[in-house]
């Protein structure tokens, strides 16, 4: 069973080289290749993952792995470092690669759509199997310094997806930030990984986990700080939040893999994975939860007023992923992962919504130049406003179990700031989808003529996708996570977690309907039908099955948003709370101070230096290479002058 | 033959300037050749006076003169072909004007 494993990168990596090699040749099938290669994995990963979902042999609660090779030889390494090339595969692993491989499966097959007419679509779907490889390397790496390798893979993969459209300044400027704003992180991770291995002398992580407890505490908990500063970088955590929204400037099926569905998990799998390192250190815990609670509202504010579709999306990411990391920090280690999953699939399915939005309005982000799509897109609009209520937390869809499990643990572990903060989060989270849904589809028009009328609904390929994908949003929530707390994802990670909660000393108190889970889930849900109905009557509605129908109200918005005390609240959400130009000023403008004064010190004390030690033997030889005249009788006039001058010498100290 | 060590010594040292200067100042190689013979035979003939009043060095200096004549043989031998080989190929014995390794 175990030697499925490899199988399942490796066939995207096939996929990549053979449409790296021949992409260019046969552009029209292209995709051919690219996409097969993804449904075989998925198929693979789809057997490997229910297998060890149903703990099933081999791979049991403890999960089981093989090693492929010895990748480093511990012979090469004074200090004996060896690293292994093994895979592994538990419940959690399996829960990734659910949601990894079926959703990378959707965006490939979606993407046969929405590249059609790209001339560079070879090279898209080369960069998607490539970036499935990498993705897979990281889920199912057996020890850290593979891991590091499939962080660094999709990070390189993110930046090559970002700048596709490279030839676009504000896309290459993007990819680059990224990339740049990714390394921060990965060099906190970088050093975790040193720190491991200083510290226990192995990467294998199983191996870690077991031997964690006898490192001195010091060191647990600056290892799980700097493992924790990797995940903040790939999972755009405050401060390091800076790159997702800007990564947009991709394709749409990109963002919707890559920056909402997997790439961007990659820092709650990592700390899940983690999770007797994070277990060891309770104050990282709540340095986790407080980082992922403050990006997670800050994120919120800022999606309520931007007005590019995909930005909206992409801070809702940032908000929710946010959520998982409170949800870790809080000790609720599952309903993180669950979170992760039902996320995974509705944010997804919102993004490729998105990009068929886009498509449909010929390539205008801009939610003010739509508005009454919904008649004229109606897969794309049913299957989005499933995303919506979804992410808004509405039950019983996806959103509401696995947000109101975070919530619930969060008030019942003790971190009632999580929770009230991740309330408030939570009817934010409403209002700004269903701003985002009354201005693009209902609501008065206001495409502009010339694409108003030929709007049309997406190609098959791309709408298959979404319906598949609203099936999970919707239905995911009851399916594995109900009853809350003992649904089936809860039985299926319980082995993953169960030392680390036991270790906490949280009680696993049974979840009850009619005390104070009830009460909390009924609050939520208030909260957020509070919030739709508001959004509602700014933004309008237009739900005819359901009798709904107002106009938007943008009078009502303009004045809010220009009243006193509101209005600052307003500039700072429009503006991303001015962290972009705190960045340029702190990093682009000071930064780029000391750089030229190191360049100017390099260029003239350094090279100068140097320079200047040639300068002058060059011209010592220059002068002294006239000694050598070649006549025979100048050397001979020498030997004797040196002769007398001997003799001389000798003479004088004789005499003397 | 003078009983005086001090004549012999003056005379080879004579000849032995005699002979630097030849090799400094004449420009015909055959001549710096002959000057280089000046200076061994004078060095010669110091080392045989000595031998002639030093008892001890008696034996010595004979055996040290007569290897220092099989040298100067075998010296002379091959200043001399290295001269006509460069006298071949450049027509002149004036060493002035071998100067192809300057520059």
Redesign the interface.
Request: charged content about 25%.
């Given at each position: 069973m175990t030697a499925l494993l490899p199988l399942i990168p490796i066939l995207p990596l096939g996929g990549f080289v053979l449409t790296g090699l021949l992409g260019r040749r046969y552009p029209d099938d292209a995709h051919r290749i690219a996409v097969w290669a993804v449904v075989a994995s998925w198929v693979v990963a789809s057997i490997v993952a229910v297998m060890a979902l149903l703990h099933a042999s081999p791979f049991g609660t403890g999960g089981a792995g093989i090693t492929l090779w010895t990748w480093i030889p511990a012979n090469g390494f004074a200090n004996g470092f060896n690293a292994s090339m093994g895979l592994f595969v538990d419940p959690l692993t399996a829960c990734l690669l659910i949601v990894v491989t079926t959703i990378g499966m959707l965006v490939h097959v979606y993407s046969i759509g929405y590249m059609a007419h790209d001339p560079g679509r070879w090279r898209f779907f080369a960069y998607l199997n490539l970036f499935m490889f990498s993705m897979l390397t990281l889920v199912l790496a057996d020890n850290f310094l593979l891991v590091f390798a499939g962080w660094e893979l999709v990070g390189l993969c993110s930046y090559l997806l970002i700048g596709f459209w490279y030839p676009r300044r504000s896309a290459a400027v993007a990819a680059k930030k990224a990339f740049l704003v990714n390394r921060v992180g990965d060099m906190g991770f970088a050093l975790g990984i040193m720190a491991i291995w200083t510290q226990l002398g192995t990467l294998n992580m199983q191996a870690v986990f077991a031997r964690f407890g006898s490192v001195p505490h010091e060191w647990q908990i600056a290892i799980a700080l700097l493992i924790f500063c990797g995940a903040v970088g790939k999972s755009a955590q405050f401060p390091l939040h800076v790159w997702l929204p800007d990564a947009m400037e991709g394709p749409t099926p990109v963002s919707a893999l890559i920056h909402a569905a997997t790439m961007v998990n990659a820092g709650v799998y990592l700390v899940a994975r983690c999770n007797p390192i994070f277990g060891a250190a309770p104050e990282v815990m709540v340095v986790v939860a407080a980082i992922g609670i403050f990006t997670a509202i800050l994120a919120a504010s800022i999606a309520f007023t931007q007005t590019d579709i995909k930005r909206v999306l992409a801070y809702s990411t940032l908000s929710q992923l946010g959520y998982m990391f409170a949800s870790l920090g809080v000790g609720a280690w599952t309903a993180a992962i669950f979170h992760l999953m039902s996320h995974g699939f509705f944010k997804g399915l919102l993004f490729l919504d998105s990009g068929s939005v886009i498509h449909s309005v010929d390539g205008e982000q801009d939610m003010r130049k739509m508005g009454g799509l919904a008649r004229k897109i109606p897969i794309t609009y049913a299957t989005m406003l499933v995303g919506s209520i979804a992410i808004a937390g509405v039950p019983p869809l996806a959103g509401f179990f696995s947000k109101d499990e975070i919530l619930g643990r969060a008030f019942k572990n003790g971190f009632l700031w999580v929770w009230a903060i991740g309330f408030v989060v939570a009817g934010m989270t409403a209002f700004y989808m269903f701003r985002l849904m009354g201005m693009t589809f209902w609501g008065p028009s206001h495409v502009d003529p010339e694409v108003e009328h030929h709007i049309h609904e997406s190609p098959r390929s791309m709408t298959g996708p979404l319906v598949l994908l609203a099936i999970p949003a919707a239905l995911l929530g009851l399916a594995i996570g109900f009853p809350p707390e003992t649904g089936l994802l809860h039985q299926w990670l319980a082995p993953v977690f169960a030392s680390t909660i036991a270790a906490s000393g949280h009680t696993e108190a049974a979840y009850n309907f009619f005390g104070i889970d009830g009460a909390l889930a009924i609050g939520t849900t208030a909260l957020v039908a509070v919030a739709i109905v508001l959004a509602w009557r700014f933004f309008g509605v237009e739900i005819p099955a359901l009798g709904l129908r107002a106009q938007p109200r943008p009078d009502q918005v303009r004045a809010l948003s220009a009243r006193q005390g509101l209005s600052l609240l307003y500039k700072g959400s429009f503006n991303k709370w001015w962290f972009d130009d705190i960045n340029n000023k702190l990093f682009v403008e000071w930064g780029g101070r000391v750089a030229a004064a190191a360049f100017w010190f390099d260029r003239t004390i350094v090279d100068g230096t140097v320079n200047g030690i040639g300068t002058v033997t060059a011209g010592a030889g220059m002068r002294l290479r006239r000694v050598?005249?070649?006549?025979?009788?100048n050397y001979?006039?020498g030997i004797?002058l040196g002769l007398i001058v001997m003799a001389a010498g000798y003479l004088y100290l004789a005499v003397r | 033959m003078s009983s005086s060590l001090d004549s012999y010594l003056v005379l080879s040292g004579l000849l032995f300037s005699i002979g630097?200067f030849g090799?400094?100042a004449r420009?015909n190689a055959i001549s710096?050749l002959m000057s280089i013979e000046l200076m061994l035979n004078a060095v010669n003939l110091t080392i045989i006076a000595f031998g002639a009043f030093e008892q001890p060095l008696h034996v010595h200096a004979s055996v040290i003169a007569l290897i220092v004549i099989a040298v100067a043989a075998a010296e002379a031998t091959v200043g001399l072909a290295i001269v006509i080989a460069i006298y071949r190929n450049k027509k002149t014995p004036l060493?002035?004007e071998?100067?192809?390794?300057?520059?």
């Open positions: 050598q005249t070649g006549r025979v009788q001979a006039l004797a | 630097t090799f400094l420009r710096m060493v002035d071998y100067d192809s390794m300057s520059e």
